[in-house]
């Protein structure tokens, strides 16, 4: 037994008054309201079937509720394996200690009885959870613990104040799943794991691909942007930049405050053959799959739909709609979440359809969580291909992997290699800058790592090199281009620069290249 998660769905509960156990329950939803209980809500249940109140009235708090979608999923699940941890010891949380913690930390991360051990950064998400957790219990309108168990200290944050950092928490953690692949090796990973691909190149007999083309744009688009999943995934069709007649390499998009991890707003910037493959893929799969939803009347028995009348505003964007029972309402775009945005719909030639731009084969939303699987069979596809079982491993050459590993955050740190990469390229070669060119041109507009660090979105520089760019934050990257193309190459083709990232596969640690033989035609 063991403590489970269910989440309120977004539909009201119904009771069936026939069921006289539930008797008495017909008021749930007014019941609901009145403790605070949202939609996307968690509610744990104890392994003798209890709620517990006080973890409720936690998942109903301003902190809690404060969280992105992910982030309650992920703390939810972090919580539920604590509380498991102290049930085996006979224990509710409230009564957990700080040994209990030290204990957790150490089956958690060491114990042989773990077969699931955990490193450093996953540790540190789940000690955040905890300290979410008391820090909330123990305020002096809450009092609901005696002692946070979680211990914490006081040291100097980055902005001058002091900011307390729980002792347990692993100073030299780093991304055990953090990946980085060059050009090649995504290729690569997408010709074999999204496309079918076999080890010689050609498309495999019996591929179907049917989600090929919606699967390829949506990686490409992180990729090529350093977009975030959510951030990626949660794009209505009017967010997407529109290509133009008179061209151009990369067009410059926005992404909304309310699927941002900092809840700012930011610029960011795709290339023109990305929404090339987007604008394919709403024109074929996308549009098909819409009108056989039509057809099966899908959207006409959806709990909550909000048919968009039209969007206004510059930059400050307001979206109005018209919900099923006539109420007609406005929302800034920059405030409408991912789960506001699968609702809104615009009325085309044969009914309404979705403006939420990712769509599965039934021509509903494809929810943000789910591309995660969409990676998972791609890797698993590259393992089977082109490391199948049984194979004696290409060669030991630093760096070079014979199936690339692929993340949608490892997108965004590739992303980040890449453009850092290009960005000293250009500054350095490309433009040909004398040393005092180059000091006034950072001058007025930074260096390349500052420039990578905008395009991220990142708050603070040292998050963008310790962490999106730590295999090559200790080297020095002008003696590595030295080598790269002379300045007539145009730095746009990747594969010019193929030798620079297989030398940087060979020289940093976490960087995937693939041999030369491995390249696919």
């Known amino acids: 037994m063991s403590w489970r998660v269910f989440w309120v769905r977004r539909a009201r509960a119904v009771v069936p008054v026939r069921l006289q156990s539930l008797t008495g329950w017909s008021d749930l939803a007014a019941r609901e309201d009145a403790v605070r209980i949202r939609p996307g809500d968690p509610v744990l249940l104890a392994p003798d079937y209890r709620v517990d109140e006080l973890v409720a009235l936690y998942f109903t708090s301003r902190p809690f509720a404060g969280y992105t979608k992910e982030t309650k999923r992920n703390y939810v699940t972090d919580l539920c394996l604590f509380f498991n941890f102290l049930w085996l010891r006979g224990k509710l949380w409230t009564q957990a200690t700080e040994s209990d913690v030290e204990d957790y930390q150490f ?16 540790w540190n998400r789940d000690l955040a959870a905890l300290a979410s957790l008391y820090s909330w219990a123990v305020r002096p309108s809450n009092r609901f613990v005696l002692r946070n168990p979680v211990e914490t200290r006081e040291v100097l944050g980055q902005r001058g104040g002091m900011v307390s950092v729980a002792v347990l928490k692993d100073k030299d953690a780093k991304g055990s799943n953090v990946h980085w692949l060059t050009p090649r090796a995504y290729r690569r990973w997408v010709e074999v794991g999204l496309r079918g691909y076999t080890r010689q190149g050609l498309p495999a007999e019996g591929w179907l691909g049917r989600l090929e083309d919606r699967n390829v744009a949506y990686v490409d688009l992180l990729y090529s942007s350093g977009l975030r999943r959510l951030e990626g995934a949660s794009l209505l069709t009017f967010e997407v ?7 151009g390499r990369y067009y410059v998009g926005r992404v909304a405050a309310a699927v941002t991890r900092s809840k700012k707003p930011r610029a960011f910037y795709v290339a023109a053959e990305v929404l090339g493959e987007i604008e394919s893929y709403v024109e074929s799969f996308r549009a098909e799959a819409i009108r056989k939803a039509q057809a099966a009347g899908r959207y006409d028995s959806l709990p909550e739909m909000k048919l968009v009348t039209k969007v206004t505003g510059g930059l400050r964007r307001v979206v109005h709609w018209c919900d099923q029972d006539g109420v007609i309402g406005e929302i ?3 405030l409408a979440t991912a789960d506001e945005r699968m609702t809104f719909f615009t ?3 044969h009914g309404p359809e979705p403006l939420w731009l990712w769509l599965n084969e039934q021509g509903l939303p494809f929810q943000p969580h789910s591309w995660e699987g969409v ?8 393992k089977d291909v082109l490391a199948p079982a049984g194979r004696r491993p290409s060669g030991v050459v630093p760096g070079v992997v014979e199936a690339p590993y692929l993340t949608p955050h490892g997108c965004r740190h590739s992303f980040a290699l890449y453009m850092l990469v290009i960005l000293h390229y ?3 070669e490309r433009f040909g800058l004398t040393p005092e060119e180059r000091r006034d041109y950072r001058l007025l507009y930074g260096d390349a790592w500052g420039m990578v660090q905008g395009l991220l979105g990142h708050a603070s520089r040292e998050t963008t090199i310790n962490h999106y760019l730590a295999p090559v934050a200790d080297l020095q990257l002008r003696s590595l281009l030295a080598t790269a193309p002379t300045a ?4 746009a083709v990747t594969g010019s620069l193929d030798s620079v990232f297989a030398r940087l596969a060979r020289e940093a640690e976490g960087i995937q290249d693939i041999d030369d033989r491995m390249v696919v035609a």
């Open 426 to 428: 250009l500054m350095d």
């Open 332 to 334: 800034e775009l920059n």
């Open 347 to 349: 009325e085309g030639l």
């Open 488 to 491: 007539q190459a145009d730095p």
């Open 107 to 122: 089956w958690r991360q060491e114990s042989a009885d773990n077969p699931c051990r955990v490193g450093s950064s996953k």
């Open 241 to 247: 930049p529109v290509l133009r007649l008179e061209g």
């Open 375 to 382: 990676f998972t069979a791609a890797n698993k596809r590259c």
